[in-house]
């Protein structure tokens, strides 16, 4: 017998139902919001995550799963969507046809990380990427969308925390002063800290290590070493938020493990999820599109996990049931059934979602089958329904029974199921 790879899972049925709300929700809100859709290949040439995530990043260093293929090739299963969206968009021109483009994708990631809840090494990303606008209404606009999407699927109790890292000007006087800060105490600070001290020590700030917490407790605010420039993007942001009704914590620590980030950073969090509590990160990354050989494009997006959506989802509901075929179908006797095969197939044309017994059983047996099902109507259709050329439309709730003519069918229970 074989079993999953570790750190992946099986979507069932019992849980797909999720899945589809919540690609519908998405495509539905993205839409408002004038995004459209991008689909990527899942895998892409390593040096593009190299050159884009950052070298000294962990998911580079520890999390991709690179090959060679038969050509020689280094390929890496994708570990985010952000650097696809923005090499498809350079490649293929986007940024000739529009001056902000407004992209949306859904699909598998693939990061070697250590399995846990919320954690899987396959997992799906829904994102979006708004490239063109230096404005910090993009930000704010992205924000809102990201708000918007999980009040419509009914997501409660999620908090927006932000923050800003400044961009290249002020970038170095921000990691100057925390390592100012930290460097009396960096013998007390783990190895992963120690070791970013030098080259990353803004992704200090990431560690959730116990050992290093006290000593985080105050840090220089980010916002003090700000910019002008990035002080007043930073300000507007916060002031157009406010404005939008939408709730947000400042989160000086929250810096994010991609190295392309700049001013803004943004993760909505949700209290259901334990350890991993990020549901959607994102954040501002003005300089991403040029470093992969495009035109200097300002730009903002943001990318949520669908498992842990499903997880949040499923702990509020606990059981969106799969959708139960509105009517099942049982025939009584050879000559029967196949008739109803054929009926079957009418009504299912008729966008009626049906069922019926492939197992011959006996009207009790085939009754449970529907009431398992969920169905709400049973059509049954024994030898003397079918001399009589009717059939008994059985509703399961109360066990009300009507005739109805064959020839009548479907118009009947197209008007009779729609109806619901
Ligand atoms: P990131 O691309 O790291 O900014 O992550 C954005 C979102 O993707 C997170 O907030 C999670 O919801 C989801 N995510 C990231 N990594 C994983 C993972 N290994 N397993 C499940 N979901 C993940």
New binding site residues.
């Given amino acids: 017998m074989f079993s999953n790879p570790r750190g992946t899972k099986d979507i069932l049925p019992d849980e797909i139902g999720y899945w589809h709300r919540i690609e519908k929700v998405a495509h539905q809100v993205f839409s408002a919001y004038n995004y459209q859709e991008l689909r990527t290949p899942i895998f892409e040439s390593t040096q593009l995550f190299e050159r884009s995530i950052g070298n000294q990043t962990d998911i580079v260093e520890k999390e991709m799963y690179t090959f060679l293929d038969k050509g020689n090739r280094s390929l890496t299963l994708r570990p ?1 969507g952000t650097a696809p969206v923005v090499r498809s968009y350079i490649q293929n021109g986007l940024h000739k046809q529009q001056q902000v483009s407004k992209l949306y994708y859904c699909g598998p990631m693939f ?1 070697y ?1 250590r399995p846990q809840a ?4 396959q ?1 799906h ?1 829904i994102g979006v990427e708004c490239l063109g606008s230096a404005l910090p209404f993009a930000d704010a606009e992205t924000i809102a969308l990201g708000v918007h999407l999980f009040d419509e699927l009914g997501l409660s109790d999620l908090s927006v925390n932000i923050n800003s890292v400044g961009c290249s000007v002020c970038r170095p006087v921000i990691e100057e002063r925390l390592k100012q800060y930290l460097s009396s105490n960096l013998s007390a600070l783990c190895e992963d800290c120690n070791a970013r001290f030098e080259s990353r020590p803004l992704r200090i700030l990431d560690c959730k290590k116990p050992q290093c917490q006290p000593y985080f407790s105050a840090i220089p605010n980010i916002r003090d070493s700000l910019c002008q420039a990035c002080n007043d993007h930073f300000s507007s942001l916060l002031e157009y938020l406010a404005e939008l009704g939408i709730e947000f914590n400042i989160n000086p620590r929250l810096v ?3 190295d392309y980030y700049s001013r803004t950073t943004f ?1 909505i969090i949700s209290d259901k999820l334990g350890a991993q509590n ?5 954040g501002r990354y003005d300089t991403l599109v040029e470093k992969l050989g495009g035109p200097a494009t300002p730009a903002v997006g943001f ?3 669908v ?2 959506a499903v997880i949040i989802l499923r702990e509020l509901e606990d059981a969106l049931q799969t959708k139960a075929p509105n009517l099942f179908i049982a025939p009584l006797g050879e000559n029967q059934r196949t008739k109803s095969f054929y009926i079957l197939n009418e009504l299912r044309r008729a966008g009626i979602q049906c069922e019926m017994d492939y197992t011959s059983g006996s009207l009790k047996a085939q009754l449970k089958q529907a009431n398992r099902y969920r169905s709400e109507y049973t059509l049954i259709f024994g030898e003397e329904e079918a001399q009589r050329e009717v059939a008994i439309l059985k509703k399961m709730i109360n066990g009300d029974q009507v005739e109805v003519p064959l020839d009548q069918l479907v118009d009947y229970l197209v008007k009779t199921i729609n109806q619901q």
């Fill in positions: 985010e990061r990380e919320g954690r899987y090494r997992f990303q994010r493990g991609l993760e990020a549901i959607c990160g994102g990318a949520f996990g498992e842990r």
